[in-house]
């Protein structure tokens, strides 16, 4: 058996919205470069609804592919909705990934909250802080070495 | 065009040595233990391989041991060492930091037994000195083990000036020569050595199987219990196809060394030189100190497994040190061992090239890679960040 699916190497060597977005209104990096992986995520929000949005990722097939697949699960989706985006989504979405590479999907899951995070921050909106957990830089601090999930 | 470029991995077996296994499968295929002519007919052929083996590398045959592959031969090595130190109370082993994992978890495993274990700087280009092995010499030292060329860099120590330290000072030596024989010249009179491992399919013969190398005198401890095979010292029916594959593969390689090493060394140059143009790029290893095939380099703000993917999709195979190849944590123990920070490290790709490798693949190569590195670094937030001067170039 191939390493990824199919859908995997379809995002992996065909990104979509790859790029850096000039005028975005959110923009969250997660991941860190000793560990091998930083994803950041561009958001457009016009009315609430995530218009546009865009990412650049280092990192391996798995992640690129992830973080293709969360921007296109996220396009044109209410911001609310968006923070509901989960890893095992885009996981599955991806039609799975080798269990030692799910950490990238859980990075994505938290480069669209970054995101989201940013534009509420920058835009003065108020939010429940507990809707981002602790801080969204310190949930990136992922365990490569804990026992995969389903 | 496919190009093979991970021949440090393994590679393709050859057709001289699959001719000469092809017999031993249906035809000559008697338990060299037997007494009936099949079995006699595969006991000399058996024994004409350990011949050439043995020839290829300046040994007698009574020296060589066959065995499942240069993993179990480095394991045989090492336990072996340990256990002839550990009846004279010795149970200090020196290495080196950027071993093969057949050598350092052996290692890791004797630790747990109560042995202690020094592993050698192996410095930013990737040798050893013989004098930081004199220097790391003590009393209870029991064996030192180093290997003659990094699986990953490509760099060759200085195994006969190791061996000669150890010589004079009455210390068992091994080297894990898997990535050197065939590839370079390797004399076990000339390199001092008292045992020496190598790999069958890493010079275009079968794979699991491979042979250790013990100077007359050298007690084997027995990984495989079994039987009287192989002097009683590795138990189990010998794999005969794979050993006369192993053996003609060999006698192929060392007969065609000066040539294919001229060879090989000036696609290598080539490569370096093409590769060496991509900005913010680094060869890893010593610049002159390495075998002729191999080839690391570290490619700053991407990360090698997309890197590897992108090359497979363009036609080329290569690997990476990077942590996502490995499954584990961190980048190549190797690459952490030159003292490369990990961000470099997950960038790193390994390109072993052979006498079977051609120019036109390596230019298909040194077309790629750069386009390949283009289009990640285009996407990457670390390149973004290093081109923006947010942080530093480190190459």
Not at chain 1, 38 to 57: A, C, E, N, P
Not at chain 2, 128 to 156: H, P, S, W, Y
Not at chain 2, 250 to 274: F, P, Q, S
Not at chain 2, 354 to 361: F, G, I, L, P, R
Request: with cysteine; glycine share 10%; aromatic share 6%.
């Amino acid at each position: 058996m191939a390493l990824y699916s199919d859908k995997v190497m379809d995002h992996f060597q065909h990104p979509r919205n790859v790029g850096k977005m000039e005028d975005a209104d959110g923009i969250g990096e997660v991941g860190n470069a000793v560990c091998g992986d930083i994803m950041r995520m561009y958001i457009k929000v016009r009315d609430g609804i995530i218009t546009d949005v865009s990412f650049i990722t280092f990192g391996c097939g798995s992640a690129i592919a992830s973080s293709s697949m969360a921007t296109e699960m996220i396009k044109g989706m209410p911001i609310e909705k968006a923070l509901e985006l989960s890893n095992k989504a885009v996981a599955e979405a991806l039609d799975g990934l080798p269990a030692h590479k799910l950490h990238c999907s859980v990075l994505a899951e938290e480069a669209v909250r970054a995101a989201v995070k940013d534009y509420y921050d920058k835009h003065d909106i108020a939010y429940d802080p507990a809707i981002f957990g602790c801080d969204v830089a310190c949930a990136h601090q992922h365990d490569h070495d804990a026992p995969a999930e389903a | 065009m496919y190009v093979y470029a991970d021949n440090a991995a393994t590679t393709s077996l050859s057709k001289k040595a699959l001719e000469a296994m092809t017999p031993y499968f249906c035809e000559t295929y008697g338990n060299a233990s037997s007494l009936h002519s099949p079995g006699q007919r595969a006991a000399e052929a058996l024994q004409r391989a350990r011949e050439t083996v043995a020839g290829a590398i300046h040994a007698d045959f009574k020296e060589i041991y066959f065995t499942g592959g240069g993993s179990e031969a480095d394991n045989q090595a090492i336990l072996t060492g340990a256990a002839i130190g550990a009846r004279k109370g010795k149970k200090h082993i020196i290495s080196t930091a950027f071993e093969h994992h057949a050598v350092l978890h052996t290692l890791d495993k004797l630790k747990k037994q109560g042995y202690e274990i020094t592993l050698l700087d192996v410095h930013e280009n990737g040798v050893v000195t013989a004098r930081q092995v004199a220097d790391a010499i003590r009393e209870d030292t029991a064996l030192v083990t180093v290997m003659f060329v990094n699986n990953e860099i490509g760099t060759i120590q200085p195994i006969a000036e190791i061996g000669a330290v150890c010589r004079e000072r009455g210390v068992l030596f091994h080297t894990d020569a898997v990535q050197a024989v065939g590839h370079i010249p390797v004399d076990v009179e000339a390199l001092n050595v008292d045992m020496l491992s190598m790999a069958a399919h890493k010079f275009h013969g079968p794979k699991g199987v491979g042979a250790l190398y013990a100077r007359r005198g050298v007690p084997l401890v027995n990984v495989i219990e079994g039987g009287q095979q192989e002097r009683g010292k590795r138990g189990g029916t010998e794999n005969i196809p794979g050993i006369v594959g192993m053996a003609a593969a060999l006698e192929e390689a060392v007969t065609g060394l000066d040539r294919n090493m001229a060879y090989v060394t000036a696609l290598r140059e080539k490569l370096i030189g093409g590769l060496s143009k991509i900005p913010h790029s680094r060869l890893n290893g010593d610049r002159e100190k390495r075998v002729p095939g191999t080839v690391n380099f570290c490619f700053e703000g991407i990360e090698g497994e997309s890197l590897l993917l992108l090359l497979d999709a363009r036609g080329i195979a290569a690997s990476s040190g990077s942590a996502c190849t490995s499954g584990s944590l961190d980048p190549s123990h190797v690459l952490l061992a030159l003292g490369l920070p990990h961000e470099i490290a997950h960038g790193s790709l390994r390109l072993s090239i052979d006498a079977y490798n051609t120019e036109e693949e390596i230019d298909h190569i040194i077309r790629s890679v750069p386009e390949v590195v283009d289009y990640l670094r285009d996407m990457s937030p670390v390149w973004d960040a290093l081109e923006r001067g947010e942080t530093p170039h480190l190459i």
